[in-house]
C-alpha cells in the first residue's frame, strides 16, 4: 500500500509540475560535467608533474647506455640508436628515410649526387639494382637502428671498484639505520609518554636544532673528530647516529602520541614496567613510522657526499659509492658519459627498489604523524 501511495503521489506531482523532473535532471547533469571536468584536469597535472619528475631520470637511464659516439652524434635519437648501415656489393654503405612513390623507404646511398643519387634498396639484396632518387640526398634523415651498450655497466663495475664502493656504503647506512632507529625511538618515547619538569621546553630546544645549518657545525665537529683521532675511519658517520636526531624524534614523538595511554595503563596491570611497555605495546604499533625513519636515514647516508668526503678524504678503500662516483666522473665525464651516467644508475638502483617495496608503510607512517596531534 506504501508503494502504490507513494506511485500515485508521483504521478500526481508529474501532472501537476510537468518541468519538475525536467529541471532536477538539468541541475544533476551540469554537476556530473562539472566534477568530470576538475577530475580531468587534476588528472591531467598529475600527468605532467610525473613526467616532469621521471624525465632526468629516464634520460639518466637512456644515456646509461650509450656509446661515446652516440652521444656526440647530432640529431641522434634520445634511444641509443646508431646509424643503420646496409652492405652493398661488399661494402657498407648509410641508411636514409627517402620519400618515394608516395611512401618513405629505408634505402641505402651508393652513389652520391647533386641533383641526382643513387640507392640500393636493402629488400632486393646485396646485389640488386640500383634505385634513381631526384633530389639533393643532403635533405635526408639517416635512419637509426636500436644499439644499446650494456658494457657501459660493467666497465663501470670494474673500473671504479663498485663492489667494495657498495659494501662500504651499505655498511655505514645500516649500522647509522640502526642507531638512529633506537636513539629516535628512546627519546621519542621519553617525550611521548613520560610527564618531567621542562618536557616542553626541553623538546623546542631538540626542535630547534632542525634550524642549525650545517655549514655552522662543520668545522667544529670536524675538530673535534680530528682530536680524538676518527679522521679516516667511519667512526664519525655512524657514532652520531645513536645519539638521535631532531627530525626523526619529531615524526616518532607524533606517532607515538596517537597510540592511546589506555594500553600502557593496560600493561602495567600486567606488570609490565616502561621498557617491556615499549618493546611489547609502542614497537609492534609504530612499525610504520619506524620504517620510514629508517627509510629516511638509508637514503641520506646513501646520498651523502661531504661526509665521507671530508672524513675518509686519502682513504679510498673506506670511501662511499659518492665519493668513489664523484672521483671517476671527474676524470672521464668528458671522454665517456654514458659510464658516468651508468654508475649513477646503478647507485640509485638500491633506494628506489627499497622505496618500491615499502612505499604503503613509508607513506602511511608519515601521514598518521600529523594526524590528531
Known amino acids: 500500500m506504501a508503494g502504490r501511495d507513494r506511485s500515485a503521489h508521483l ?22 560535467a562539472k566534477s568530470a571536468g576538475r577530475s580531468f584536469i587534476l588528472t591531467f597535472i598529475a600527468v605532467v608533474a610525473l613526467a616532469a619528475f621521471l624525465a632526468p631520470l629516464v634520460r639518466s637511464v637512456s644515456l646509461s647506455i650509450k656509446s661515446p659516439q652516440q652521444v656526440a652524434a647530432v640529431d ?11 652492405t652493398y656489393k661488399d661494402r657498407d654503405y648509410p641508411v636514409y628515410q627517402v620519400p618515394i612513390d ?26 640488386g639494382p640500383l ?37 662500504n656504503t651499505i655498511v655505514i647506512a645500516l649500522l647509522g639505520m640502526i642507531g638512529t632507529v633506537v636513539s629516535c625511538t628512546l627519546v621519542a618515547y621519553g617525550f611521548a609518554r613520560f610527564r618531567f619538569p621542562g618536557r616542553n621546553t626541553l623538546f623546542l630546544l631538540v626542535i630547534a636544532t632542525i634550524f642549525l645549518p650545517g655549514a655552522v657545525t662543520i668545522i667544529p665537529t670536524f675538530t ?41 595503563e593496560a600493561a602495567a596491570i600486567d606488570g609490565a614496567g616502561p621498557f617491556r611497555t615499549l618493546i611489547s ?52 665525464i668528458a ?18 627498489a627499497l622505496f618500491i617495496v615499502f612505499q604503503r608503510v613509508f607513506v602511511r607512517g608519515i601521514v598518521i604523524t600529523g594526524v590528531e596531534k
Do not use: C
Request: a positive charge; aromatic letters at 14%; glycine letters at 6%.
Open 76 to 86: 641522434s635519437p634520445i634511444w641509443p640508436a646508431s646509424p643503420a648501415t646496409f
Open 281 to 332: 605495546v609502542i614497537i609492534p604499533q609504530a612499525w610504520p613510522v619506524i620504517t620510514a625513519v629508517a627509510i629516511f636515514h638509508l637514503v641520506y647516508s646513501w646520498n651523502d657526499f661531504f661526509g665521507p668526503l671530508i672524513y675518509l678524504s686519502g682513504h679510498e678503500d673506506l670511501q662511499t659509492v659518492a665519493v668513489g662516483l664523484a672521483n671517476f666522473s671527474g676524470a672521464r
Open 131 to 167: 634505385i634513381v632518387w631526384q633530389g639533393s640526398w643532403r635533405t635526408l634523415q639517416p635512419s637509426y637502428v636500436f644499439d644499446p651498450h650494456f658494457e657501459n655497466y660493467s666497465n663501470v663495475w670494474d673500473e671504479i671498484h663498485y663492489p667494495r664502493l657498495l659494501f
Open 102 to 127: 608516395g611512401t618513405t623507404k629505408n634505402l641505402a646511398l651508393v652513389k652520391k649526387g647533386l641533383q641526382s643519387s643513387q640507392f640500393a634498396d636493402p629488400a632486393a639484396g646485396p646485389t
Open 11 to 32: 504521478a500526481e506531482l508529474a501532472a501537476s509540475r510537468p518541468g519538475f523532473f525536467r529541471r532536477a535532471r538539468r541541475s544533476v547533469r551540469p554537476r556530473a
Open 335 to 352: 671522454q665517456d658519459p654514458g659510464l658516468i651516467m651508468a654508475g649513477t644508475v646503478m647507485t640509485l638502483i638500491i633506494p628506489v
Open 224 to 264: 673535534l673528530f680530528s682530536k680524538i683521532g676518527w679522521t679516516g675511519t667511519w667512526l664519525p658517520l655512524i657514532v652520531p647516529a645513536f645519539f638521535a636526531n631532531a627530525y626523526d624524534v619529531f615524526l616518532l614523538r607524533q606517532y607515538l602520541m596517537t597510540i592511546p595511554r589506555e594500553m600502557d
